[in-house]
Structures are given as structure tokens and as C-alpha cells.
């Protein structure tokens, strides 16, 4: 995946919210020579906050490498005043902090070459006696699951849909994340390798229908005219609310349409028919795929969705008649007309089995999925 502009969303997250197992620590982990990596991380964020040598700390209970359920060893959260006041959440898990694999080679990544940060907003931070709030490092290591479990690396650029409010019970309306560089900057250098440090920004869902229908670098840097430096601010508007970011978006749609060149989800199953295929999708997962074929093959750009275990490929045959679909090596395609394009894109978001004439011999069955 780490080739395509965007990473595609899941259709299914909704483990998001659970519950973080951790205890708060009052300072870092211990910094001797058994935990390189840990202590570069820990250096490169005590020179960039000089005097915050104690910064807010949860650590596992039992470390992931010893058994533990928790993909991250630890998340800590300094005090940052500029652009404007926000605690700065990093992780601890994703690269190799033990020094268990070390190299001489200075382009080699420490683990899956990541750490990942978040920014949030927060006037709380200029009071000395105020705590971060745990739901971050609970959102941070649920995507760590995520990552461990499915093997699919968030890198920058890449857009992840949390399928509801990023913080519950805040009213937020984010309910997606975007991925960018850390603007500390990177790489961190390790004995393992190097240490890319990825800020995930909250998104509304217009936002990342943006994200589909164009790209992520582009959406965040419009959203970072208005509010910078890739900051979750629970309480603003989406960019939709302000005519000036709309416009620079639909610019950015309409010149270079979507660089989504695939798509993954966690539901999708093809099956040959007598006439064609069924292909099973999730009702969660259709309208943004939709957004994402419409934006890609309108500008004559294929789109290959990816499953657990099979692959559909959508490609456009502009006027001429739709191409009786079939499946090869766990792979199927359909071919479809400007009609059949526009007809995907009115599939409701609800559990049924579809036809679509513009689209002959595909039976389109979504379900729900938790």
C-alpha cells in the first residue's frame, strides 16, 4: 500500500473506542541501554520541548513483546504552547525499541518505520495542573491494533475512517482521521534503522469524502490555511462550512481528480454466476467506494479494491458496451460505462441485493458489518 497517495478506509473499525489498558506514569520509561530506540524517540521530543523532562506517561501493563495484549509499550504527551495551546501525544510500539534488530544500514527502517503522534487542541494545557485526555492514547493504540492485526502500515497521506466520533460524547464532528509528517520533523535515527513520525488529523466525513475524491495532501493543506500544523480541534467547523476552502477544494477535484489508485476493504466477497458475479460489500463501504470510482474512472483512472483475500478491479469502457465480467486468480473486474459509473454511485447505503441495468450481469449485495 505504501506506494498509493491514500490509504484506503476500512469498513469495519469499530473497535476504535474500546478500552486502553494502561496505568498513568508520571515520567518516561526507564532511558538505560537496553531501550535505544525508546531513548531516541524520548530525545528527539525532550529537545524539541527543552524543560518538559516529565511528560504525561502511560505505560502497558505487560509489555506487547512479553505477551501483553497492547501493540503500543507506552504513550507520552508533552505540553505544546504554538500555534496555539495543544497536548502532543507519541507512541511508543511501532518501531523497534529494545534494539533487538539492529543495522548498519542507514536507510533501513526500525521496525514498521513509524511512531505515531496526535495533536489536540486544548486551552487546558497553559493550566499546570491539568491531565491530557486519556481518549487519545486509547484512539492510538486501537490503531495499533489495527496495524498489527491486518498488516496494513498508516503512513502520510494515507486517510482511515473511525466510523463515529473520534472522541465519544464530545459532539465532534470528526469522524475520520488523515494521516501527515509530524512538522517536528523525521526521521529519528536508531541502531535499528530510521523513525518516521506520523501525525494522525481529526476529519469530518466530508472531509475525507474530499480525501477519496482528490487526495490527502491536498484536503490537509487546505485545511491547514485555516486551522495549522495538523491540529484535532474537537469543536470546529468542517471546511465545508467556509465557500473559500470549498472552492480551492473543487478546484483541486475537478483539475486532477482522485490519485486513489486502490482501495481496501474488510468486506468483499466475488462470486461467479451463470451471467456474471455477486459482489458482497459492506452497506458501510459502498458510498465512499462509489465516490472513489466516480472521481477515479471519470478521469480515465482504473481502481483496484482489495479484500482479505480477492481483488475487484473497476475500469471504465467509456461508450462502449459493458464487458460480461469475470473472475481469475482470486480477481475480478467490471468493466463499466459513464451510465454504469453514475448508476454505482446511486446504490443506497442499505442491506440488499441490487441489479443495475447500466451494469449488466453484477448483483451488488451489501451488508452490515459491526
Known amino acids: 500500500m505504501a506506494g498509493f497517495d491514500a490509504q484506503p478506509t476500512s469498513d469495519s473499525y469499530s473497535e476504535l473506542m474500546s478500552l486502553f489498558s494502561k496505568t498513568p506514569k508520571p515520567a518516561h520509561e526507564p532511558t538505560d541501554d537496553s531501550s535505544p530506540g525508546w531513548n531516541a524517540i524520548t530525545a528527539h521530543f525532550d529537545a524539541a520541548y527543552p524543560g518538559q523532562t516529565d511528560p504525561a506517561h502511560y505505560g502497558t501493563l505487560i509489555k506487547y513483546r512479553l505477551g501483553g495484549p ?39 527502517d526500525s521496525g514498521f518505520g513509524i511512531e505515531m503522534t496526535l495533536r489536540l487542541a486544548d486551552q487546558a494545557v497553559l493550566d499546570p495542573s491539568a491531565t491530557p485526555p486519556v481518549w487519545v492514547v486509547n484512539l492510538l493504540q486501537n490503531l495499533a491494533r489495527y496495524v498489527f492485526r491486518s498488516g496494513n502500515v498508516i503512513y502520510a497521506s494515507h486517510h482511515l475512517n473511525a466510523n463515529g466520533p473520534i472522541a465519544l460524547d464530545s459532539g465532534t464532528l470528526l469522524t475520520a482521521l488523515a494521516f501527515m509528517d509530524d512538522p517536528i520533523g523525521t526521521p529519528i535515527h536508531t541502531p535499528s534503522g530510521q523513525v518516521r513520525l506520523v501525525q494522525a488529523v481529526g476529519i469530518t466525513e466530508q472531509e475525507l469524502a474530499h480525501c477519496v475524491a482528490w487526495n490527502t495532501h491536498g484536503v490537509l493543506d487546505v485545511i491547514g490555511t ?33 490519485s486513489l489508485a486502490s482501495y481496501s476493504v474488510e468486506t468483499l466477497q466475488v462470486t461467479p454466476t451463470a451471467d456474471g458475479l455477486t459482489a458482497v460489500l459492506s452497506t458501510f463501504a459502498i458510498a465512499p467506494l462509489a465516490k472513489a470510482a466516480t472521481a477515479r474512472l471519470a478521469h480515465g483512472r482504473d481502481l483496484r479494491v482489495f479484500g482479505t483475500d480477492q481483488t475487484l478491479d473497476l475500469i471504465i469502457e467509456g461508450d462502449a458496451p459493458v464487458r460480461t465480467p469475470g473472475t481469475a486468480n482470486d480477481m475480478a473486474i467490471i468493466s463499466l460505462t459513464a451510465d454504469g459509473l453514475k448508476a454505482l454511485a446511486s446504490l443506497p447505503s442499505t442491506p440488499g441485493e441490487y441489479r443495475l441495468p447500466q451494469i449488466p450481469g453484477v448483483t451488488w449485495r451489501l451488508v452490515e458489518t459491526s
Open 70 to 108: 497492547d501493540p503500543l509499550d507506552g504513550v507520552s504527551i508533552y505540553r505544546a504552547t504554538e500555534p496555539v495551546p495543544h497536548w502532543h501525544y507519541v507512541t511508543y510500539g511501532y518501531s523497534d525499541l529494545y534494539g533487538e534488530n539492529p543495522t548498519d544500514d542507514p536507510d533501513a
Open 226 to 258: 485555516r486551522w495549522p500544523h495538523g491540529l484535532t480541534i474537537l469543536d470546529r467547523p468542517g471546511l465545508d462550512s467556509d465557500p473559500a476552502l470549498v472552492a480551492l477544494i473543487d478546484d483541486g477535484e475537478k483539475r486532477d481528480g482522485s
